[in-house]
């Protein structure tokens, strides 16, 4: 056998949206090998894709418990060694704990659970038997993000005195007006995506990218959510205005009803001298405002970014990189950790920043719903 870490997947077949950019990813930094999974709900699916794939029909399962039982029958060293989980989120938690209990390492989408207490719980296990566990919020990837947090730590910007991240997409303003429509979109479906549409798919990228540039926790929260029509069960567009642990204060506006936009996706963070700016539709340019003198624009590859963005970029400046990159840069974090070889904190999300994101969507839901007071993210 090969010395690539064997990869499988649960979700991420040819119906799977976000799959693409696993595998891509996963291949980027040549550690993994894709080698079984369930690709599809629909396991005849599952087939065609492995055949697509040309990976061994006998290691697409129908089922996890299945996957998980023939692969523990396998010697160690053909065994799967790590499993991204691509499915919706109320699947989340009880696959990760199955596969987890069963001493696999696990690659997870976002939000990590459906609730706060099944992350905690799900922290737990993964300290208790020792596997490596990756969140995957894309953007940590991305080469100008891994400066702004080096530039933010290194004191740059001075101390943090506002924080705004913005994430606005315009894709649910199609469907959200006829209930026939609308049943069509899963993540409205409270049984299907958890407590929260808008801020558990969106507004949690942002906290943590929040969380993760600055390296300050948000304290506190006060929400304004927004369903747009009662019988609509959950959030479509909000605003949360944020407290952060050194006082600061900040706010997170999120969107999935912003017509026409796309993936935009911004972080500023202002500090007593200076600010950093990046906006996802255009990731090659890390903006640093300084007081009294011009804008300095910093762009991945060149030696006067941080140590940690140079180890991010894999090409030659003005070569631009994008998602599947920032996915790969995660993926390779991820590698290292289970090869046990050198890596940086912020390599790659991990599952306390899933607590941390459950505990932020059910503070910004308890706090809408009791008519906008603050609330602990805890
Ligand atoms: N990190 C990011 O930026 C990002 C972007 C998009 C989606 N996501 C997350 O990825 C997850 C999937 O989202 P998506 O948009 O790709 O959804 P999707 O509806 O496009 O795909 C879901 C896939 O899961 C499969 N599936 C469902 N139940 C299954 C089961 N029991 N066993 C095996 N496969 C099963 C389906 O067949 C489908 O292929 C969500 O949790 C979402 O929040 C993250």
Not at 12 to 38: D, K, P
Not at 93 to 117: R, Y
């Amino acid at each position: 056998m090969g010395n690539k870490i064997k990869l499988g997947l649960i979700g991420g077949g040819l119906s799977s949206f976000i799959g693409i950019v696993h595998r891509v990813a996963a291949y980027m930094g040549e550690n993994y090998v894709l080698t079984g999974g369930v690709f599809d709900i629909d396991f005849d699916k599952g087939n065609q894709f492995a055949v697509q794939l040309e990976l061994d029909a006998a290691r697409s399962y129908p089922s996890l418990d299945i996957f998980i039982e023939k692969e523990l029958a396998l010697a160690e060293e053909e065994r799967i060694q790590v499993v991204s989980i691509l499915t919706p989120n109320f699947l989340h938690f009880e696959m990760a704990k199955k596969l987890v209990s069963a001493g696999f390492n696990v690659i997870c989408e976002k939000p990590i659970t459906v609730t706060a207490d099944e992350a905690r719980s799900l922290e737990k296990l993964v300290q208790e038997k020792g596997v490596v566990f990756g969140l995957t919020h894309t953007y940590t990837g991305y080469p100008m993000i891994r400066q702004m947090k080096s530039m933010i730590a290194q004191g740059k910007i001075g101390r943090i005195q506002k924080v705004d991240a913005q994430y606005y997409q315009g894709w649910i303003n199609p469907f959200i007006h006829q209930e026939e429509e609308r049943k069509k979109v899963w993540r409205l479906n409270p049984k299907m995506s958890g407590l929260s549409c808008c801020m558990g798919d969106i507004g949690v990228h942002a906290f943590n990218l929040i969380e993760y540039t600055t390296g300050l926790e948000i304290d506190k929260v006060l929400a304004d959510l927004d369903t747009l029509y009662p019988e609509n069960e959950l959030d479509v567009d909000g605003t949360t205005l944020l407290r952060m642990n050194n006082g600061s204060r900040g706010v997170i506006t999120a969107s999935q009803i912003a017509s026409g936009e796309e993936n935009n996706l911004s972080i500023a963070v202002y500090g007593d001298q200076g600010g950093l700016k990046w906006e996802q539709e255009h990731p090659m340019y890390l903006k640093h405002l300084i007081e009294g003198a011009p804008t300095q624009i910093y762009k991945p590859g060149n030696p006067y970014n941080s140590e940690f963005a140079l180890e991010s970029t894999k090409i030659a400046p003005g070569h631009p990189e994008g998602l599947f990159d920032a996915m790969g840069n995660i993926y390779n974090g991820v590698a290292a950790a289970i090869q046990g070889t050198r890596h940086r904190v912020g390599a790659f999300p991990t599952v306390h920043d899933g607590v941390r994101g459950m505990s932020f969507i059910e503070a910004v839901l308890s706090s809408s719903s009791q008519g906008q007071v603050w609330v602990k993210v805890s």
